[in-house]
């Protein structure tokens, strides 16, 4: 069966880099995007970006480009999201989340709260 | 970036009405949208993809339509399980944006 798994909760100060990973597994991860997708505390969800995990070519949304690295490494099927400069802003639950069917999020990871604060 | 305008925020109902939320979008999306339920401390469920696909396993009460600009989920006979948030989420457009969130509440 089809598992996203993702690392435990991290705690950074503002200004370091937080890098959060995802661990595919019950399916080939070539053939199916992943989504990372971010909800701050009480508050809705917010698109981070994608990437194909065939060639590792990425499409961030633009508020966080230039912060924001989305890598893959097939050999152990696992994602990871790389966010840096972090303000008090970025505190949020990351979820990783794949496309099936063409639309993001036919199976998601349980979350990571990365929380930022001096 | 495309605006999803989710409505209405907030909904109380119970146990065996039928309930629509609504998402229109600031431009054509054709069927690229998805639905989602939370449940708090919980990842997102897809519950209808490409607007009105059913997502496997997901109880048949559950269906959406719409194409373009103006999108709809309904819930045909509300269950206690139900009382959840809903999003939806275009992903026609890059960047994907999702709506703002309908939280379903017992009446």
């Known amino acids: 069966q089809v598992q996203l798994v993702q690392s435990g909760a991290e705690v950074k100060k503002p200004g370091a880099s937080v890098k959060v990973s995802c661990k595919a597994s019950g399916y080939t991860i070539t053939n199916y995007y992943m989504h990372w997708v971010r909800q701050a505390p009480g508050q809705g969800l917010e698109w981070t970006g994608i990437i194909n995990p065939s060639d590792g070519s990425t499409i961030y949304a633009q508020k966080f480009h230039g912060r924001v690295t989305m890598t893959r490494d097939t050999s152990t099927s696992t994602f990871y999201m790389e966010l840096s400069s972090l303000r008090s802003e970025d505190t949020a639950v990351y979820y990783c989340?794949?496309?099936?069917?063409?639309?993001?999020?036919?199976?998601w990871g349980q979350g990571t709260l990365v929380t930022v604060s001096s | 970036d495309i605006q999803m305008t989710q409505s209405p925020s907030s909904l109380s109902a119970s146990v065996g009405d039928r309930v629509t939320i609504t998402c229109r979008a600031s431009q054509g999306i054709g069927y690229g949208l998805g639905w989602y339920q939370q449940k708090p401390g919980k990842a997102p469920k897809r519950l209808i993809y490409a607007a009105s696909s059913l997502q496997g396993g997901v109880p048949s009460r559950f269906s959406g339509s719409g194409s373009g600009t103006e999108f709809t989920l309904t819930i045909s006979s509300l269950q206690p399980e139900d009382f959840a948030t809903y999003f939806c989420l275009q992903h026609n457009t890059s960047p994907y944006t999702f709506g703002q969130g309908t939280k379903l509440e017992i009446k």
């Open positions: 989340a794949r496309e099936g069917q063409g639309t993001p999020g036919d199976y």
